[in-house]
């Protein structure tokens, strides 16, 4: 399989490349040359199989010429076997034909382990064979740091740096991340917002002569090995319910586009997908062209679902690249213009096309609570302020009662206390077995200046696996 360019003016890479190169050369973003097509009939063949069997024939085709069939599979199995709960990702009802997918079973508690997870372990499997190593540094203000902390932790080949904002991220998140240790393991705190470590990872990579010729990779959401491992979900859950005989329609809280765009990627993979809804917060640009055409930075607004504000949707460019009839000319001068002037519409008949399959809701906090409220007083589930989102927005936007709506649970509740507390169903998430001890461990951080230079400089003295590059 080769990936080419959404801006087409960077070379066409491999899947090994591709990995290990994140955004490309002309600022696009990598996509497959050609999406794998499957039957119903080959669908329907995988019901039953186990999670890490489903995840290797959906994602074989593409990797392959980049990595053994026998390797892939036995870095399946070993990154699903850590998941907390037998059948990977359950399915629970919550009301007639409505069900959350939960995906929060993994060591960080969120859906993205099921990417960083994987990323790890395919990272390291291709360094050990090229006989290279890695620095990973990436930003979070919360579940991204943690799941490429513990993606990585095992990792031979690959010292990790992760940058959050000093005190101003949630006990549960910044434990998950400091007290996973590993002379690899590199947690940064920095006297600054979320923005300053943002940027200083940015700055990072457009000038790398601190690292001594050592490649650095990214692991935020343009990586397209995460998109890759979010499609077999959707995979997943239709098949426990009667799929691909039937269509399933999906609601997806949504941030970077990441997640939902995996699923939009199913259903060009042959999966009979017939609604996909796009559950935001406040922040809701993506809503915002979803429901009007209208793709316009906003200002950033704090809610009580942090793990989707933002301000642009940095996967939003993979939909429009298809929207454009993949042309990579056409989508360098929208991003070029939508850099400029911060706005973005398509044509009219481009929009229609893409609100054949999408919906879309904004959700505030007080809806979020509500919904929390409500769920938990119909069923006992108790759900995250990101689910809840989207569970609102499905009971909003669906379209048909006679197709399961399944509304991807995104994170456990007990890493967003505070909307849970708000909602007033009187009772505190608890932590999981595996994490029940969160609170006494011992944590490893590194408090330094809002400054680039010292973070370098820190980064370069300990980027060999503790010793200088
Ligand atoms: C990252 C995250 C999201 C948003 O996912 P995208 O892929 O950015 O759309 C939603 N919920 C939780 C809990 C997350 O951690």
Redesign the pocket.
Known sequence: MRYISTRGQAPALNFEDVLLAGLATDGGLYVPENLPRFTQEEIASWAGLPYHELAFNVMRPFVTGSISDADFRSILEETYGVFAHQAVAPLRQLAGNEWVLEL?HGPTL???DFALQLLGRLLDHFLMKRGERVVIMGATS???GS?AIEGCRRCENVDIFILHPHNRVSEVQRRQMTTIMGENIHNIAVEGNFDDCQEMVKDSFADQSFLKGTRLVAVN?INWA?IMA?IVYYFHAALQLGGPARSMAFS???????????GYLARNMGLPISQLIVATNRNDILHRFMSGNQYDKDTLHPSL?P??D?MV???FERLLFDLHGRNGQLVGKLMAEFKQSGKLSVEAERWTEARRLFDSLAVDDEQTCATIAEVFRDSGELL?P??AIGVHAARECRRSMSTPMIT?G??HPV??PEAVIKSGVGQEPALPAHLADLFEREEKYTVLANQLQDVQSFVAAHGNRGKPL
Do not use: C, E, Y
């Not at 997806?252 to 995996?262: L, S």
């Open positions: 929060f969120a859906f993205k919360g579940d991204t799941a959401s995460r979010q997806v809280p949504t941030g970077n586009f990441g997640d939902i765009f995996a679902s793990s989707m933002i949707s940095s996967n995250d990101h689910t991807l995104t994170a890493k967003f």
